[in-house]
T-cell receptor
Framework: QKEVEQNSGPLSVPEGAIASLNCTYS??????FFWYRQYSGKSPELIMS????GDKEDGRFTAQLNKASQYVSLLIRDSQPSDSATYLC??????????FGTGTSLTVIP | EAGVAQSPRYKIIEKRQSVAFWCNPI?????LYWYQQILGQGPKLLIQ????????DSQLPKDRFSAERLKGVDSTLKIQPAKLEDSAVYLC?????????FGPGTRLTVT
């Protein structure tokens, strides 16, 4: 069974701070990694994808991947109240199947 | 580019009734997924199609759930008969080679 684990939170950060979200996965053969944002009552929205070790930056978001440690993280800089949501980590296997964590709830306090 | 379309958005039925959900994936996306998401949990894969063939349906409760993808485009997911524990959001998603995109989902309430 391929597993993806996240701290469920809730994680609270003040506005303007850096939010750090973490994820570990069990399948060492996984090649593609994703972060989705899910607002309450809405469907998951893809915000970041990362395929190779290191950092990938997109605006205020930075995804970090360490395949040796089977670890993926998402940093949100200058957090805004609109970033308050549940963040889902997902891993894609070689069969194009995606495995999701249970999500981390983030609250940004104004 | 149009996103993944789903209908209906909401459905309330009584237990033992039947219900069907429809999904139209992003144009050109060969892979289509149906997920069930229960509040507080991540999406759980029910079935994965590659074009009009089933890749994985190991977690689909086949005694009550069925799905088809005719002509490799649209897909329908059916539940018959529904149970109380089927109350959830049913998400359709599609992918090309790398990234997966979700539709708005159907919120099902079984009373």
């Amino acid at each position: 069974q391929k597993e993806v684990e996240q701290n469920s939170g809730p994680l609270s950060v003040p506005e303007g701070a850096i939010a750090s979200l973490n994820c570990t996965y069990s399948d060492r053969g996984s090649q593609s990694f994703f972060w989705y944002r899910q607002y309450s009552g809405k469907s998951p929205e893809l915000i970041m994808s990362i395929y190779s070790n290191g950092d990938k930056e997109d605006g205020r978001f930075t995804a970090q991947l360490n395949k040796a440690s089977q670890y993926v993280s998402l940093l949100i800089r200058d957090s805004q109240p609109s970033d308050s949501a549940t963040y889902l980590c997902a891993v894609r296997d070689t069969g194009n199947q995606f495995y999701f964590g249970t999500g981390t709830s983030l609250t940004v306090i104004p | 580019e149009a996103g993944v379309a789903q209908s209906p958005r909401y459905k309330i039925i009584e237990k033992r009734q039947s219900v069907a959900f429809w999904c139209n994936p992003i144009s050109g996306h060969a892979t289509l997924y149906w997920y069930q998401q229960i509040l507080g949990q991540g999406p759980k894969l029910l079935i994965q199609f590659q074009n009009n063939g089933v890749v994985d349906d190991s977690q689909l409760p086949k005694d009550r759930f069925s799905a088809e993808r005719l002509k490799g485009v649209d897909s329908t997911l059916k539940i018959q008969p529904a149970k109380l524990e089927d109350s959830a959001v049913y998400l359709c998603a599609s992918s090309s080679h790398y990234e997966q995109y979700f539709g708005p989902g159907t919120r099902l309430t079984v009373t």
